[in-house]
Nanobody, 124 residues
Framework: QVQLVESGGGLVQAGGSLRLSCAASGRTVSRYAMGWFRQAPGKEREFVATMSGSGGLTRYADSVKGRFTISRDNAKNTVYLQMNSVNPDDTAVYYC?????????????????WGQGTQVTVSS
């Protein structure tokens, strides 16, 4: 079993930056794809970014491409999401997820483990 805990959320002004962290415990996730998803109020959860276990492959949602960067430190069993040039549309609860099959999928159903989420609020 894998436990995921997100941190780093908070209030940030539009145009600013924020770095989210996702610490995994229970077992190593170095062979798992790790993804970030978000859910805004009244909306469905949506894909943000994902990275393969080795870190060699990434995928991003079009809405964040060029602004957000996913990275991981397998020695620390931790995944990050660097968020730059944020705007109010980025306001959401951000969730970290792990996929045992290492598919770098954009689909929620392909992920096996989820964190509880961290709130990101972008003020205009």
């Amino acid at each position: 079993q894998v436990q995921l805990v997100e941190s780093g959320g908070g209030l940030v002004q539009a145009g600013g930056s924020l770095r989210l962290s996702c610490a995994a415990s229970g077992r190593t996730v170095s062979r798992y794809a790790m993804g970030w998803f978000r859910q805004a109020p009244g909306k469905e959860r949506e894909f943000v970014a994902t990275m393969s276990g080795s870190g060699g492959l990434t995928r991003y949602a079009d809405s964040v491409k060029g602004r957000f960067t996913i990275s991981r430190d397998n020695a620390k069993n931790t995944v990050y999401l660097q968020m730059n040039s944020v705007n109010p549309d980025d306001t959401a609860v951000y969730y970290c997820a792990a996929d045992r099959a290492n598919f770098i999928s954009t689909f929620i159903g392909d992920y096996d483990y989820w964190g509880q989420g961290t709130q990101v609020t972008v003020s205009s």
